[in-house]
């Protein structure tokens, strides 16, 4: 059987994700069998295994750091929020339906038959189970009914580092405050504190370090810099959905409130000179390169945004200029002339699209999860360099489109002029997909492009090297590595 070790943060984004992530690699490297494993997770980036399934993003990103294929087990319960007070529950991959939180709360001590099912099957099958916590252990006023924090780790028997995030500030009361605000049982399960995302000099920190171990009773296990490399983040508060600078080649999608998989479009990032940035504001669209309305989990109300904002009318604007537009999923919907809701998968209700795409979609009771591979059919516009370019993503969508216009994949989608939509997420990853649309937006500039194909695999593949071998550096793993061992004793 596996032996575990579990990130607990100090609050949401604290670089849980990042961590496990990295040890996964680093157990990788050192010859063990390790799996990523997080009880409960709440999010809008999803992923569909290859046997239908789907599970957060996070999880298989941490398994491809650990060079095992994604599992479901993985990630056993899996909440896509609907609205501020709802969410979809998927367990075991599947859609279990809507539910408002304080029906979630009240039932969710029922499905730990199903998260021991699944992590007892990964301790079977592995050396190192670790494990990701969720938020802050400290909630006082969810501790009661916990399965993802302190509850999680006394089910799996778990030993724990606690991170703190210092590039936010206040991280002595974070992790001491943490600290405090557990039981004393709990507290014994903490084996050591990490320090996350510091800038500058570390040694500045010494006295730090000495305080917080004399405070707090737990060793620092390391100090981890602010590490800049390339991982696929599916946190809502990701440095990435900021509106950053612009790029040579200015790549601007569309931040829509319920915006689901923009990790869809970190692919362009690879490319020297390419810029992605989000919006949400007209001031914020300037004169982008080309345009992507992403995947949202509502997608009628985030419709309704869109024209409110005025960004409707603002990209509009850009595709009469002729900038290219491609929606992926939700924003492939919007793309259409009506979007219906008539089983109510998303609260029910109907809105006109954007109508740049002779289709409609109606939503059914029953999600669409699938892998699909292709290729792009007789591309019109701009793009029409993807034709007979092949393609292979993942579909996750409540609703079916119908439409009238020039299929843009093998699969389906549609295209007319420079507007372009389909369901596959994933799709600009293959380097054929994206170095072709790169190097037409440079020469729409008159800029002569003078890069090459990418390879996502193998890109993301240094860019879990260049994380784990930071974090190892930074790391006492010689420590870690003794915890694991002793476990709980």
Sequence with gaps: MA????????????????????????????????????????????????????????????????GIEPSVLMNPILLKPTTDVGSQVIVNGEVRGNMRAMDYFRQKKELIPDIMKAYNTLAEQHDIIVIEGAGSPAEINLKQDDIVNMGMAKLAKAPVLLTGDIDRGGVFAQLLGTLM??????????????????????????DGVRMLEER???????????????????????EKLENGSKGIIDIVVIRLPRISNFTDFDVFSQYEGVSVRYVSKCSELSEPDMII???????????????????????????????????ICGGYQMLGERITDSAGAEGGGAIDGMGLLKCCTDFFAEKTRRRTEGVFVEVDGAFSCLTGSHFSGYEIHMGETVSEETPLLSCGGAQIGNVYGCYIHGIFDSAEVSECIVKVLFERKGIEYSGGKIDRKTYKEMQFDILADSVRNSLDMKLIYNIIDKGLI
């Design 293 to 327: 309305i992403p995947g949202t989990k509502s997608t009628i109300s985030d419709m309704k945004w869109l024209r409110e904002s005025g960004l409707e009318a603002a990209v509009k604007k850009c595709v009469s200029r002729g900038v290219p537009l491609f929606g």
């Design 3 to 66: 032996k575990a070790i579990m990130i607990q943060g100090t609050m949401s984004n604290s670089g849980k994700s990042f961590l496990a992530a990295a040890l996964c690699r680093i157990f990788k490297q050192d010859g063990y069998s390790a799996t990523p494993f997080k009880s409960q997770n709440m999010a809008l980036n999803s992923y569909i295994t290859a046997d239908g399934l789907e599970m957060g993003r996070a999880q298989a990103m941490q398994a491809e750091a650990a």
């Design 216 to 238: 707090g009773g737990k060793p620092v296990i390391g100090v981890v810099p602010y590490i800049k490399c390339d991982i696929e983040d599916e946190d809502s508060l990701s």
């Design 181 to 206: 605000l557990l039981e004393d049982d709990e507290r014994s399960m903490v084996k050591g504190l990490i320090v996350n995302k510091f800038r500058g000099d570390r040694s500045i920190f010494s």
